[in-house]
């Protein structure tokens, strides 16, 4: 598959995903239905807060990925220097 192919790929299954109703749109509904507008920026906030805790998640995750990597690099340059 190429590259052109893939992100053509992506950005459909990215697209159905975010343009189609879930449990999140309905439970904004209920809620909206009861609550008013604040109940929106409720439940706008808390998936906030989940999306934020999962990026952050993944950043520190690769970050000590990447730091592993630099670290087992640097430690094979210095056995092989040694020897």
Request: proline share 4%.
């Amino acid at each position: 598959m190429n590259p052109l192919e893939f992100a053509g790929e992506v950005i459909l299954v990215s697209a159905s995903g975010v343009l189609s109703p879930g449990p999140l749109f309905f439970i904004n509904i209920i809620y909206g239905s009861k609550q008013g507008i604040t109940a929106g920026i409720k439940i706008a906030f808390g998936h906030t807060m989940v999306e934020f805790s999962v990026l952050k998640t993944k950043f520190y995750s690769a970050l000590l990925i990447s730091l592993s990597t630099i670290l087992a690099f640097y430690g094979v340059y210095i056995i092989l220097k040694i020897f």
